[in-house]
């Protein structure tokens, strides 16, 4: 049999990328959360949105104005932002990039931020799906993670969404958490079930270090969350989802027939996509680049670009990318990494992937170069594979980061 040839790939192929839109900006910061998010720092929200414009009006130029098919604002807290400013952004969107009609269009909700007249006002900007981190309704769980809702507010938010016309919303949940008993998680997720909502995502409490939540429970002022009640809590998620009609279609996320999160499967089909806002990373080429992560530095380097009036890139390499101040980082992903990280991210949706497929888009035969240890994890248990299809075991869903860890070199 010949060896197959992959062909070279444009920057952003025709059929486009999605868009994430970092917003680092919370009310509090949650004792639990490492992700690039600050409180009071609020005096920069208006320079940062007058960055992020200019960065998209730049990025736009320098990918001739690319297709673009979802786009996210993630954070920190993108409810947070002023009014209008999501209308702004968009706006921008809009100019410099092939925004598709029908663009899923998320943004990430503190249900603390909302009401019904306040989502009617998303709605009005263009948003169309609503993430709410809801992580629990139980109170004393809320308050030991810091949120500043509370369970009441939670639901009244999600009903009030309802309302305004949201016919597509997400839940965020969190279980594994320090005190949390399986009957608190029960309850919780029959409250949620009521509530109807398209999508739901349960992830497990990671204590990351360097966090206050880290510290409390090395300190034991909090007991140390015990993974067996934690694989009881996600046992039980996967059944009585199930029974409501939840389709389980990645490891941590569930929705009814027709309402997957569209932007995070690109993520899982190692698709490219574009991060615009401090620290937002994005995968392009065969690249994986970051902007930088301090805001007041993200501002300055994106008026830095604008001075430099960049022309279109004809090539992503690291030469190009070094010519884009905003960018603070940048790794290029060799075949190997490209092949692996196809694998596990693939892996992690519950239909699996098709190496067929996913071999064209990573330029490389993955059956041929894993068929070892596709071989070994199928004799094992934990992978099955039908021709082409090659999908998690149900018992490898919780121990899954010990398959995909035999695809990394
Ligand atoms: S609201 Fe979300 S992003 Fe902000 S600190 Fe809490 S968990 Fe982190």
Redesign the pocket.
């Known amino acids: 049999m010949l060896p197959v040839t992959y062909p070279a790939k444009p920057i952003v192929p025709a059929q486009g990328m999605s868009l994430y839109i970092h917003v680092p900006?919370?009310?509090?910061?949650?004792p639990?959360?490492?992700?690039n998010?600050y409180?009071g720092i609020e005096n920069l929200m208006s320079p940062y949105l007058g960055a992020l414009t200019t960065e998209l009006a730049l990025w736009g130029k320098a990918l001739a104005r690319p297709v673009v098919n979802t786009v996210f604002f993630g954070?920190?807290?993108p409810s947070y932002l002023p009014e209008g400013a999501i209308g702004q952004i968009l706006a921008a969107t809009q100019e410099s990039f092939a925004l598709q009609p029908g663009a899923e269009i998320t943004i990430?909700a503190?249900p603390g931020d909302l009401s019904e007249a306040a989502c009617r006002k998303l709605l009005a900007q263009g948003v169309n799906r609503l993430s709410m981190?809801v992580?629990s309704l139980d109170d004393a769980l809320l308050q030991m993670?810091?949120?500043?809702h509370n369970a009441a507010q939670a639901i009244a938010a999600c009903q009030e969404a309802r309302l305004a016309g949201f016919d597509n919303v997400n839940l965020d949940l969190m279980y594994g958490l320090p005190h949390q008993t399986l009957t608190q998680w029960q309850e919780t997720l029959g409250r949620l079930l009521a509530l109807d909502p398209t999508h739901i995502s349960a992830y497990c409490l990671t204590l990351e270090e360097g966090t206050p939540l880290h510290q409390w429970v090395a300190q034991g002022k909090l007991p140390e969350p015990d993974p067996d009640l934690a694989a009881d809590m996600y046992h039980y998620a996967e059944d009585a989802l199930e029974l409501a009609g939840y389709r389980h279609y990645e490891i941590s996320n569930w929705c009814l027939p027709g309402f997957p999160a569209r932007h995070n499967l690109v993520y899982w089909r190692n698709l490219p996509y574009l991060g615009v806002g401090p620290g937002a990373h994005s995968r392009l080429g065969e690249f994986r680049f970051w902007d930088v992560s301090s805001p007041r530095g993200y501002v300055s380097n994106v008026e830095q670009w604008a001075k430099s009036s960049p022309l279109p890139l004809t090539a992503l390499t690291e030469a190009a990318l070094g010519t884009v101040p905003p960018v603070g980082g940048q790794e290029h992903l060799g075949a190997p990494l490209i092949a692996a990280e196809t694998m596990f991210l693939g892996l992690r949706l519950m239909e699996g992937m098709d190496l067929a497929e996913a071999s064209l888009q990573a330029g490389q035969d993955l059956a041929e170069r894993y068929r070892t240890e596709i071989t070994e994890l199928v004799e094992l248990g934990l992978l099955e594979r039908s021709g082409d299809r090659l999908r998690l075991t149900k018992r490898a869903y919780l121990i899954a980061n010990q398959v995909f860890i035999r695809f990394l070199d």
Not at 145 to 148: F, M, P
């Open positions: 900006f919370c009310k509090s910061k949650c639990y959360c490492d992700f998010t409180q954070g920190g807290t990430e503190n981190g992580q993670l810091g949120r500043r």
